[in-house]
């Protein structure tokens, strides 16, 4: 529940150190590098080009992406790869690794296959042109204008065929079927050419398209070649190039042999990138540079002894935030609490005096999604899962954290699926101390119960927070009125007790009469009467909690209907075994995604809306260390 202490840190430092000085900081990732006031300090701000390696890494992007064809492929060897450690002198030794050949081999490769891809492209499309006219037995050559005569190929929509035969019997027009479709007819069509302006008249009328050869076909067709002559020639010249295309493959994957040393050049760049967008954050002069950022409290010493064993022409000061400051913000919970910081990021991280709501809601949040889910089968197979996930696939970071707290909720899902559920649709009652489908009434009061706890508990979290910020009255008399209110009205509406009726009652009145800030007693008592109002705001909060009821329910009931459903395929002969074994994984698997992913979003609906509005102001800025920036390796 609390939050780790941040110190501005100002390093001030001879020029020549400055990128061994960057270097360090990036290893060590203690600081976030902030913009140093130049003005102020009158110092010149520090600039570098990093065009040419922005070119480089481009390059290298799409060199790795043209390689990664011949990556090893599957889900389980991906999953459980390990990058390749690398330290700070093969980081050195990498740098002098000459890429550009091999880039250029690439490149010339990458470029070469596009352009014949394109060529097969244009070559199939006039060959689809060419297809339904393969049954014209004339010369290509041949089809040309006479002193007498037009000469056309065209299409003719197959409705107007018998009007183009009607014009035939009448005019000087004859005209021949190449091949008829489902729609269109392809015709080779002769006129007399003094009738040229009114003939091209009526076939527009008719809706006559005239296809031509292009100027490539032409160029492959001999003086005798027929349509399907050029169609030959023309899958000949999409043959080669495909064989030219598999050759161009085959020394693409002999590249491929460089790709770990790619890759390792890559994420170098990459951080020598960071570094130098680092770089034109500080201030300097032709002797020395300054820089400044934030620094967890805890590590501002270690930082010190780091910087000072690299050189002894360097200064390290630390000091607190000012008040008009704002300092990133870092989480800090015991090891049981870290993974459900998860939960809490996705709402925001807290502002300057407020805390971290990570700890009181850890314990709930562990409670919903279990009773949530109610089926101790999959919290166990989650469990073991997450498990067998940390252990061999070896995650870090975010995923790592993720990975733990999947197992958490397994645990969670399993106790109290065994109490109130079953282990993949089938109960066991000598467990059970609570049956939802039999007595659901028993189950929707203890979602309400915890529910009201919960938000009563919120409550209480914004008194310490107003006393924390010395909001005295307001905290103490108003949210503590709250706090006697809720449970004495529940208490006395239960016992009908007068001494829970006047318990409710003074806690009223506090709201009542300090529940406004305004100074004006009439504004004050007034507003703090509307305040009372939320009361009903409270009640639509408990009553959310009925959700948990329902999600509880629907995976019992759904993991009970794939039982069903395996009962019944075991009755079909021969095969039966086989279906019942299909439905039964397939369906708990699907049930089981449905259920944790229903309950983790509903669960984290109910701590962002019903639990956080009650003390909780997010809109911190996160934590952003200066540090190695990487994709397929590994730092260290």
Request: proline content about 4%; glycine content about 8%; overall charge negative.
């Amino acid at each position: 529940m609390a939050i780790a202490e941040v110190q501005k840190v100002q390093i001030l430092a001879h020029a020549g150190v400055k990128m061994e000085i960057l270097s360090t900081l990036q290893e060590e990732g203690l600081v976030q590098i902030e913009r140093a006031n130049v003005e102020e300090l009158e110092l010149e701000s520090s600039s570098h080009e990093v065009s040419h390696l922005e070119h480089r890494l481009h390059r290298l992007s799409s060199a790795l992406v043209y390689l990664s064809r011949w990556e090893e492929k599957g889900f389980a060897k991906k999953l459980f790869a390990q990058k390749p450690q690398i330290d700070r002198q093969t980081r050195e030794e990498i740098l002098d690794f000459d890429s550009l050949p091999v880039l250029d081999k690439i490149e010339k490769l990458e470029a070469e296959k596009n352009e014949l891809l394109s060529e097969i492209k244009f070559f199939e499309k006039e060959e689809q042109f060419l297809n339904p006219l393969e049954g014209l037995e004339l010369p290509l050559r041949s089809l040309k204008p006479t002193d007498s005569t037009e000469i056309l190929l065209g299409s003719l929509p197959i409705s107007q065929e018998e009007a183009l035969k009607d014009l035939a019997e009448k005019e000087a027009i004859w005209f021949e079927v190449i091949n008829r479709g489902k729609r269109i007819i392809y015709l080779f069509l002769v006129y007399a050419k003094g009738e040229k302006d009114r003939f091209e008249q009526i076939l527009k009328d008719l809706n006559f398209v005239h296809l031509y050869f292009t100027e490539n076909m032409l160029n492959m067709a001999d003086e005798k070649d027929r349509v399907k002559d050029v169609m030959e020639k023309i899958q000949g010249e999409i043959q080669e190039k495909e064989r030219r295309l598999e050759k161009l493959e085959k020394e693409g994957q002999d590249l491929f042999i460089h790709r770990e040393k790619l890759m390792l050049l890559h994420d170098v760049l990459l951080s020598e990138r960071a570094k130098i967008f680092s770089s034109g954050l500080l201030g300097e002069t032709d002797r020395v540079f300054y820089m400044e950022g934030w620094i967890r409290s805890s590590d501002a010493e270690k930082l010190e002894s780091k910087l000072k064993s690299c050189t002894d022409a360097i200064e390290v000061y630390s000091r607190d935030p000012l008040p008009e400051e704002e300092p990133p913000v870092i989480l800090k919970n015991p090891r049981p609490g870290k993974p459900f910081e998860l939960v809490t990021k996705l709402y925001g991280l807290p502002q300057r005096g407020s805390f971290d709501p990570t700890l009181p809601m850890a314990p709930f949040f562990f409670l919903f999604v279990g009773l949530c889910v109610s089926e101790a089968g999959y919290g166990l197979l989650a469990a073991l899962l997450s498990l067998l996930l940390i252990k061999f696939a070896k995650p870090k970071g975010g995923l790592l954290q993720f990975l733990k707290l999947f197992t958490l909720l397994g645990i969670s899902t399993a106790f109290l699926g065994a109490l109130i559920g079953g282990w993949f649709g089938f109960p066991i009652r000598s467990l059970m101390v609570l049956d939802p489908l039999q007595d659901p009434l028993s189950f929707l009061i203890l979602a309400l119960v915890l529910g009201f706890v919960q938000v009563w508990f919120g409550t209480l979290l914004n008194m310490i927070n107003g006393i924390k910020n010395k909001l005295y009255l307001e905290s103490i008399f108003a949210q503590g009125g709250w706090l006697l209110l809720l449970p004495a009205l529940v208490i006395y509406l239960q016992t009908k007790q007068s001494i829970w009726g006047i318990l409710s009652l003074a806690g009223a009145a506090g709201i009542v009469f300090f529940g406004s800030p305004s100074r004006n007693p009439f504004a004050r008592f007034f507003g703090g009467l509307y305040s009372l109002y939320g009361i009903s705001r409270y009640l639509a909060d408990v009553l959310s909690y009925s959700r948990l009821l329902a999600l509880g329910l629907a995976t019992s009931v759904i993991a009970m209907v794939v039982n069903t459903l395996c009962q019944t395929a075991l009755g079909i002969p021969w095969v039966g075994w086989l279906l019942a074994a299909l439905i039964f994984i397939g369906g708990h698997l699907f049930n089981l995604g449905i259920s944790f992913l229903g309950g983790f979003v509903h669960s984290m609906r109910l701590q962002f809306v019903e639990f956080f509005s009650k003390f909780f102001k997010s809109g911190g800025k996160p934590f952003s260390p200066f540090e190695f920036e990487s994709k397929f390796v590994e730092f260290i």
